[in-house]
């Protein structure tokens, strides 16, 4: 089975700050990581692999710095890694993001002389938080998607995958090639050994631009997204609340009580 | 590109399955109801289901001018090929200026592949609506890097507009058992050949539904509740109020709730009347999924927690004794 996993690169969300005074996030100094889901999507895939045969490829549009985290899926079972990067892509939204990267699964394809079976991504980036690219690669390629994967098998040419629902999760087949949306597995992503690591940096990894891709300019980049982020801000919360300190638990529980029925929140 | 002016009115996509609405559509025909009156465009429901001609009466209901409705067996469960494919032929057909889409697990995996079909833009998970003065498009906002910058976006070129909203961001408006429209059927059919994935099995994990979305009070715990059986002393005073106990993500992780009950950015997000959070911290990915609630309460050991920041009446204080307290003193309120 070959399979293709989309990674991205992203801001460690979890370290991002906010900038008291001027309210805009400070991304300087939050350590680049891959996109937490696709770490997910990347393992399943390896597993399948290693199961079935074939190969693992990623591919990352981004500018030149995403290669630190194709280097890093390297070291954790992927064979081959492309960049797919090129000024004419910068400020895609999802649409073209998914258009530029559902041309560079067959520009792949023909450098390594494959079709692929399955189409990895991860649920969503934690920066742009859309979910929609992978999708949108779907209907771009003309595949069928499963969304929401919590677990990947794969038996008699089929894959069975479990999606996560509301109150639990649905079974569900298609036949290959499909698309797959990872959310999380039921086993942790493998870690990289020194030996994978060595080997992961002395791999080289080719960059793909516009012109080794047959994109029609007109939906690539900020000129052909149809959303337009027209602004920003940080969400401010604060509230200036009563607070109880140092107050006695019977005390404080009676205050809150009766706080609750002069306010007829109850 | 389209020609824009081609395109008119509002419409709000009414999820359903095994013939039920999901709150969701409801939620939204309210706020959607607004921005058709101020853009004087009709607001029209679009149902699609098996058995589902009732749910089409109910968005008239709760605020819909009339409403479309595809009715088939294909339509008892959700599968991307049906429904998209259904969509994909209503839209080409009826031309709506703006399509709003709730943002389950369902509208997010068929949005992006009808937005991508018709070569329009699709805002993602918006938390708020409104309409830009200058250009009349839609200003959707919507919350990025996991909840800590909030990001307004329009499509201004592109026909229809298309966007998901966050379920429980909205309520529901006044129900009118009375008002009248019309309900358009479309035979739209999907061959079964042409539906390229099957549903084989469905698993119920939680054993009664979980509906934190409508909940009027939530009782919320954290890592500080620590444990599956520390929750009984939040259940105690849920069932005194009648209220819904839901959890932060820690508590997920540390396997003490199912997700279903898990609040904030990967989670619900909830606008009850009052929220009660015990031994929750506040991290921005919890506060993003119920800072809409009316009325906040934080029960916290640590002075310094973010909750507090959040909140409207704040108890620094172990929970396990404010909260026994409480249950008491609202008993005897009620007796
Ligand atoms: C503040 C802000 C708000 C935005 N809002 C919207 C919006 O509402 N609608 C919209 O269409 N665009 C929006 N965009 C643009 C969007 O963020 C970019 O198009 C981005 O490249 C892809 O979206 P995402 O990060 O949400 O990815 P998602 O769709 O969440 O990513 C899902 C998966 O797709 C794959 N993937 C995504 N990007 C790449 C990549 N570059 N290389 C390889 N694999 C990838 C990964 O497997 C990832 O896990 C917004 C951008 C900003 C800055
Ligand atoms: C992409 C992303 C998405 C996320 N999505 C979500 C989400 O949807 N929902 C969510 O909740 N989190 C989410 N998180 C995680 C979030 O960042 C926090 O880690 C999480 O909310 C912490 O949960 P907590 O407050 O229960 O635990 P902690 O942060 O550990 O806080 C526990 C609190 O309990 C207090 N405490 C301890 N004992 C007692 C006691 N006896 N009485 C009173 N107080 C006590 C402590 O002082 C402390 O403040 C997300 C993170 C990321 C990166």
Redesign the pocket.
């Known amino acids: 089975m070959n399979i293709l996993v989309c990674i991205k690169q992203v801001p460690d969300?979890?370290e991002i700050k906010i900038d008291p005074v001027t309210h805009t996030l400070v991304r300087k100094g939050v350590p680049s990581i891959v996109n937490?889901f696709d770490t997910y999507a990347l393992e399943v895939g390896v597993r399948l692999k290693e199961q079935l045969g074939g190969k693992v490829v990623v591919i990352s549009m981004g500018p030149e710095q995403a290669k630190e985290a194709l280097k890093t899926c390297l070291s954790v079972g992927a064979d081959d890694a492309y960049l797919i990067s090129d000024r004419k892509f910068g400020g895609s939204d999802t649409l073209a993001t998914s258009y530029i990267l559902s041309s560079a699964v067959k520009a792949v394809e023909e450098k390594e002389g494959l079709k692929f079976d399955l189409i990895l991504c991860g649920k969503q980036a934690?920066d742009g938080d859309t979910a929609q690219v992978g999708p949108e690669m779907a209907e771009h390629l003309d595949l069928p998607q499963i969304t929401y994967a919590l677990d990947i098998v794969y038996e008699d040419d089929k894959i069975q995958v479990k999606r996560e629902c509301d109150d639990g999760y649905d079974m569900i087949t298609t036949t290959l090639p499909a698309v797959v949306t990872v959310v999380k597995l039921p086993y942790e992503p493998r870690y990289a050994t020194i030996r994978t690591k060595m080997a992961a940096k002395k791999k080289e990894i080719p960059t793909l631009t516009f012109d080794d891709l047959k994109t029609d300019e007109a939906y690539c980049g900020l000129g052909g997204s149809p959303t337009k982020v027209k602004g920003t801000y940080t969400p401010n919360r604060e509230k200036n609340g009563v607070k109880l300190n140092g107050v006695e638990a019977n005390d404080a529980g009676a205050q809150l009580a009766e706080w609750l029925q002069t306010n007829k929140i109850l | 590109m389209a020609n824009k002016t081609d395109y008119k009115n509002i419409w709000v996509y009414i999820e359903t399955e095994c013939g039920q609405a999901k709150p969701v559509g409801h939620e939204l025909l309210n706020p959607a109801r607004k921005l058709a009156d101020e853009k004087q465009c009709q607001l029209i429901a679009v149902v699609i289901g098996k058995d589902v001609e009732e749910v089409a009466k109910t968005a008239i209901s709760y605020g819909a001018d009339s409403a479309i409705l595809v009715d088939g067996p294909e339509y008892e469960y959700y599968t991307t090929d049906a429904f998209a494919g259904a969509m994909e032929q209503l839209i080409g057909k009826y031309k709506p200026e703006t399509v709003i889409i709730g943002a389950t697990n369902n509208g997010r995996d068929m949005g992006p592949r009808v937005s991508c079909n018709l070569k329009t833009g699709l805002t993602a998970d918006c938390t708020d609506l409104a309409i830009d003065e200058e250009t009349g498009n839609i200003a959707w906002t919507r919350p990025t890097f996991?909840g800590n910058l909030m990001a307004t976006i329009m499509c201004p070129d592109h026909r229809p507009q298309m966007g998901t909203v966050r379920p429980g961001v909205f309520k529901k408006g006044a129900f009118d058992e009375g008002k009248t429209g019309e309900i358009v059927k479309e035979d739209i059919h999907i061959a079964e050949s042409d539906i390229r994935t099957k549903l084989i099995e469905r698993v119920k994990e939680v054993a009664e539904a979980v509906n934190l979305e409508e909940a009027e009070i939530i009782i919320t715990g954290?890592?500080?509740v620590?444990s599956a059986e520390g929750f009984k002393t939040l259940q105690e005073l849920a069932d005194e109020l009648d209220a819904t106990v839901g959890?932060?993500?820690?508590?997920v992780d540390a396997g003490w709730m199912p997700h279903a009950y898990?609040?904030?950015?990967?989670?619900k997000t909830v606008a009850p009347k009052l929220y009660i959070a015990?031994?929750?911290?506040?991290?921005?990915?919890?506060v993003?999924?119920m800072s809409g609630s009316d009325y906040i309460v934080a029960?916290?050991?640590?002075e310094d927690?973010p909750?507090f920041d959040v909140a409207d009446f704040g108890i620094v204080?172990?929970?396990?004794e404010v909260l026994p307290v409480l249950t008491e003193q609202i008993k005897k309120q009620r007796a």
């Open positions: 969300t979890n937490p934690v | 996991g954290g890592r500080g620590g959890c932060s993500r820690a508590v898990q609040v904030g950015q990967s989670g015990c031994g929750v911290s506040g991290a921005i990915q919890h993003a999924g029960i916290n050991k640590d927690a909750i204080g172990n929970l396990f």
